[in-house]
């Protein structure tokens, strides 16, 4: 097995560093001066919160995920040593299967309901990046792939633990538009700002983990233009990490317990999140009672316009 650095634990004190220096701007240069969203007490501590207890239950998941990477590796015939040339490798290919994930958790509304606790907050700062699910065992299909293909279980924990360190300071607005290379090229804060936005031409847009490429060359990338408004198109307005963690879980339930038949059911689970049977679509607007865009519109997910989400029960950009 490859000996790597954990690297979660060794950046927790860069973590702190920068999350201190965001607070200390805000108290120089107020929010209100700038317009941005700033910090809240109570919305850090709630953020902070889900980001100690996503720690617990990853641990929990590591368990049976681990099995099953470890079966699929033992059964390939494939491996790819980690060595100087390969593990560049290994980051790019982990970071194509994320922006898949990420893409699949926005568009499909049960692993939606895992990644709305990220952007549920109506704040955009260092803690925001802290707020993470508590049910992610919905990620690790993505990456099998990988797996097969003779990678080692243990370099995609690396890959993808590098990968989320990368994202952390992707939420600031403090940082600017950087030069243009840079832009072009990597998620940077401006990048992410419109990902975490609730308005209707960011929703779905920017999946981009390290690399903004991938959101470029599969149709889902929008530059920032006016100013984001972060959080739900119907916020959840509260601070208990277990309602953050699960309320959309408790939606699709009441959804199900709802639905005339095996369709509207299987629709409520798969569809998008701001999909809705024909019999709860406004006359004269077929097009969306299948979950489909009207005309000319097509979302960079293909299952639902971007405005759509804001049918569903506490949905988010």
């Known amino acids: ?45 709630t953020s902070i ?28 015939p494939l491996r790819v040593p980690v060595l100087w040339w390969t593990l560049p490798l290994m980051l790019l290919a982990q ?12 568009v499909v509304r049960i692993l939606w309901a895992c990644h709305v606790v990220h952007h549920s907050s109506r704040k955009f700062n260092f803690t925001t990046a802290l707020r993470q699910p508590w049910t992610s065992l919905t ?6 792939p ?10 995609v ?6 990968n989320l360190v990368y994202q952390f300071w992707v939420h600031t607005e403090r940082v600017g538009r950087l030069p243009r290379p840079f832009e072009y090229v990597l998620n940077t804060p401006s990048h992410h700002r419109v990902h975490h936005a609730s308005q209707g031409g960011y929703l779905d847009r920017n999946f981009g983990g390290i690399l903004i490429v991938w959101d470029r060359l599969f149709g889902s990338f929008v ?42 059911r299987a629709g409520r689970v798969f569809r998008g999140p701001g999909w809705q049977p024909a019999r709860l679509t406004p006359a004269g607007d077929e097009s969306r009672t299948k979950g489909e865009p009207p005309a000319g519109d097509v979302p ?18």
């Not at 950046?11 to 209100?32: D, G, K």
């Not at 990853?58 to 059964?75: G, N, S, T």
């Not at 990988?146 to 370099?155: E, F, Q, S």
Request: contains cysteine; proline residues 8%; aromatic residues 12%.
């Open 300 to 317: 960079p997910g293909g299952a639902q316009a971007p405005g759509s989400r804001a049918a569903a029960p506490e949905r988010v950009a």
């Open 1 to 45: 097995m490859p000996h790597l650095p954990d690297v979660v634990l060794w950046s927790i004190p860069a973590f702190v560093l920068l999350t201190v220096l965001e607070l200390v701007s805000y108290r120089l240069h107020p929010a209100e001066e700038s317009g941005a969203a700033g910090y809240a007490a109570k919305d850090a501590a």
């Open 49 to 76: 919160g889900m980001g100690l207890g996503s720690l617990a239950f990853d641990a929990l998941w590591k368990i049976p995920i681990v099995a099953v990477y470890a079966a699929i590796y033992e059964l390939t």
């Open 157 to 162: 924990a690396f890959c993808s633990s590098a």
């Open 223 to 264: 530059p920032e233009g006016e100013r984001p408004v972060y959080g739900l198109t119907k916020n959840i307005d509260t601070y208990n990490p277990l309602r953050v963690a699960t309320h959309e879980y408790a939606a699709i339930a009441r959804d199900l317990r709802a639905a005339r038949g095996w369709r509207e």
């Open 139 to 144: 990620v690790w299909p993505f990456y099998v």
């Open 146 to 155: 990988m797996i097969a293909l003779g990678v080692h279980p243990a370099a």
């Open 95 to 106: 970071d194509f299967f994320y922006y898949w994930s990420h893409r699949g958790h926005h």
